[in-house]
């Protein structure tokens, strides 16, 4: 069997128990039906809040693929709401605002690309400092308000509409993961990724590009999280810099490796990193959903039973840890 696909397995088992539980715990949780022409139903709701994180493991995949990291996909996706809806408020077209949004957050990448590749600034100094400033940019762009955007406007679909009974977050994050998988797997550009993630020195002396690689997929990363900020943004009709995007930048992060990419570059699944995204949130919807003795879960435990769950999903995945099961297996014998 194909590392990808081992490792795929482990991610997909703690899918698959967390969805027995629901089943036992809180049967409604499978029950879909189709109101006033669209799909909706707790799991239905898993996918679609789980979208923006989606789109940012994708493009997180990609990047950690080179041996990179991008801590400013967070604030990438407040500034995306904060000038949409400050353009918006200016009665721009919507076909503008999403234009502009979108390249400033490629231009975004593309300055943390060119951090790490011309500058040789470390991934993950070079985006924190995005991580900060990106977020103090939204703040000016808002002038520390919240901007609200006309619940009415087209603007709004994106979070909001539907497609064939479909969120329209749900189709965007399916989308680009088709749109990505294909050109990752059609062109040289996947090879090239694990390539430079293996082996940068190697790879430089066989002819592969890799500053232009490694900005190719900050961009990749920038317009994904720009994506994302506008699906957040256009959900709840209105910019808000503080929040919008905050700490999502860790859960995008946990999703790639639960998916099976390693940190360290080199091997990466988007498969798997949607897979993850799925299982945190289906994790977060399920700790909303139970109750015991009739008390729901409190919402402070809520991080502690995440962070365990990803943990032992991790643990699971590890060559190592099974190494070391099977050295005392054998010592017991």
Known sequence: MRRSLRQLIWPLVALALLLVFNAVASPSFFHVQFVNGRLSGAAIDVLNQGAPVMLLALGMTLVIGTGGIDLSVGA??????????????????????????????????????????????PPIVATLIFMVAGRGIAQLITDGQIITINPGSSFTVIGRGVIGGLPVPVVIALSAALVIAAIVRLTSLGVFIEAIGGNEEASRYAGINVRWIRLSVYA??????????????????????????????????????????????????????????????????????????????????????????????????????????????????
Not at 276 to 294: E, H, N, P, V
Not at 299 to 321: G, H, R, T, W, Y
């Open 76 to 121: 990438v996706m407040a500034v995306a709401g904060a000038l949409a809806a400050k353009l918006l408020h200016l009665d721009a077209p919507v076909a503008l605002a999403i234009v502009a949004a979108l390249g400033v957050c490629v231009a975004a990448g593309i300055w943390n690309g060119g951090l790490v590749t011309v500058a040789s600034i």
């Open 220 to 333: 990749i990363m920038g317009l994904l999280a720009g994506l994302a900020g506008l699906i957040d943004t256009a959900d709840i009709a209105a910019a808000d810099a503080n929040n919008s995007g905050l700490y999502l930048e860790l859960d995008a992060i946990l999703a790639v490796v639960i998916g099976g990419t390693a940190l360290t570059g080199g091997r990466f699944s988007l498969l798997g990193a949607l897979v993850g995204a799925i299982i945190i949130q289906t994790l977060s919807t399920t700790i909303l959903m139970t109750t015991f003795r009739g008390h729901s879960v409190p919402p402070e435990f809520n991080l502690v039973i995440k962070a365990i769950v990803v943990l032992m999903v991790c643990l699971l995945q590890s060559d190592e840890l099974r190494r070391m099961v099977l050295q005392v297996r054998r010592v017991q014998g």
